[in-house]
Antibody
Framework: EMQLLQSGGGLVHPGGSLTLSCEAS????????MNWVRQAPGKGLEWVAT????????IYADSVKGRFTVSRDNSKNTVYLQLGSLTSDDTAVYFC??????????WGQGTLVTVSS | EVVLTQSPATLSVSPGESASLSCRTSQIVSANIAWYQQRPGQAPRLVLY???TRATGIPGRFSGSRFGTEFNLTISSLQSEDFAIYYCQQYNNWPRTFGPGTKVEVK
């Protein structure tokens, strides 16, 4: 069974940084691209970033480009999202999701990031 | 970017009835549309991909169709576990984009 277990998240001050982790099991991790998707409180889903299976290419939403960094360690079956220069607009539940040629067929449980002073 | 418009925003349906949800794209995305179900407090779950193919474990009462840039998700004979928010997503172009969602609620 495919599983994605997320960790990290919490309260951070405006301008601060945070790193989220997502550990995969149940599938061959280094065969698949991975994504991060976020959901602000009471709002819809917003794609944030994608990293290819070997980590060689990363793609970001304009809203986070230059502030967030997605990376992966295939030896640890883990994908990361480093969040920086955070503002209140970044307050959201962040999900990692396995990419199956564009569709997201397995999701982590989500982790809440709250940006507040 | 490709903008997805979903209608209606809310659909009130009685259990056992059917529901039809619409997703319209601002550009041609071929059949590269996925539908996700999100129950309160849970992560989204893939329901359909390639516009009309059911994901693993999705019951046959879920079906999808495409008419140009309009995509439909139909749920026949709604069960209690089907009341949720449904999002469409296009994966033909970058950035990946989602629709705003349709909430299917109990009438």
């Amino acid at each position: 069974e495919m599983q994605l277990l997320q960790s990290g998240g919490g309260l951070v001050h405006p301008g601060g940084s945070l790193t989220l982790s997502c550990e995969a099991s149940g599938f061959i991790f280094n065969d698949y691209a991975m994504n991060w998707v976020r959901q602000a409180p009471g709002k819809g889903l917003e794609w944030v970033a994608t990293i290819t299976s070997n980590g060689g290419k990363t793609i970001y939403a304009d809203s986070v480009k230059g502030r967030f960094t997605v990376s992966r360690d295939n030896s640890k079956n883990t994908v990361y999202l480093q969040l920086g220069s955070l503002t209140s607009d970044d307050t959201a539940v962040y999900f990692c999701a396995k990419d199956w040629t564009g569709r997201l067929d397995s999701w982590g449980q989500g982790t809440l990031v709250t940006v507040s002073s | 970017e490709v903008v997805l418009t979903q209608s209606p925003a809310t659909l009130s349906v009685s259990p056992g009835e059917s529901a039809s949800l619409s997703c319209r794209t601002s550009q041609i995305v071929s059949a590269n549309i996925a539908w996700y179900q999100q129950r309160p407090g849970q992560a989204p779950r893939l329901v359909l991909y390639a516009a009309s193919t059911r994901a693993t474990g999705i019951p046959g009462r879920f079906s999808g169709s495409r008419f140009g840039t309009e995509f439909n998700l139909t749920i026949s004979s709604l069960q209690s576990e089907d009341f949720a928010i449904y999002y469409c997503q296009q994966y033909n172009n970058w950035p990946r984009t989602f629709g705003p969602g349709t909430k299917v609620e109990v009438k």
